[in-house]
């Protein structure tokens, strides 16, 4: 299949699913939701990495950090948030 057919059977695809309403659920433990998060705050550093898509995977984190707010977890709730901020970062050397 081409790279075209491919797009245009994906876009197709995404519009018939989104028209009717459906949602993809996703339930993760403590460690799958903050690897996530990493893995999305490392991902939005990249100068390249913007757009629609940026802005959902940000939004995910927000709705993922407000679940870990709601359990009463300060430090994990101020890992996420130095994990946006690189005067944070932390290199291997610095173990």
Same mark, same amino acid.
């Given at each position: +299949?081409?790279?075209? $057919?491919?797009? !245009?059977?994906? @876009? /197709?695809?995404? =519009?018939?699913?989104?028209?009717?309403? %459906? @949602?993809?659920? $996703?339930?993760? @433990?403590?460690? =799958?939701? +903050?690897?996530?998060?990493?893995?999305?705050? $490392?991902?939005? /550093? &990249?100068?390249?990495?913007?757009?629609?898509? *940026?802005? %959902?995977?940000?939004?995910?984190? =927000?709705?993922?950090?407000? #679940?870990? @707010?709601? &359990? *009463?977890?300060?430090?994990?709730?101020?890992?996420? /948030? /130095?994990?946006? =901020?690189? #005067?944070?970062?932390?290199? !291997?050397?610095?173990?």
């Amino acid at each position: +299949m081409s790279y075209e $057919l491919l797009l !245009k059977g994906f @876009t /197709r695809e995404i =519009q018939e699913l989104i028209s009717q309403g %459906v @949602t993809i659920d $996703l339930q993760l @433990t403590p460690n =799958q939701a +903050m690897a996530l998060i990493a893995m999305v705050q $490392l991902a939005c /550093r &990249h100068h390249g990495y913007g757009g629609h898509s *940026r802005a %959902v995977a940000i939004d995910i984190v =927000q709705d993922i950090n407000a #679940q870990f @707010t709601s &359990h *009463r977890v300060p430090s994990i709730v101020e890992v996420i /948030r /130095r994990g946006w =901020q690189p #005067q944070y970062d932390v290199s !291997k050397d610095d173990d």
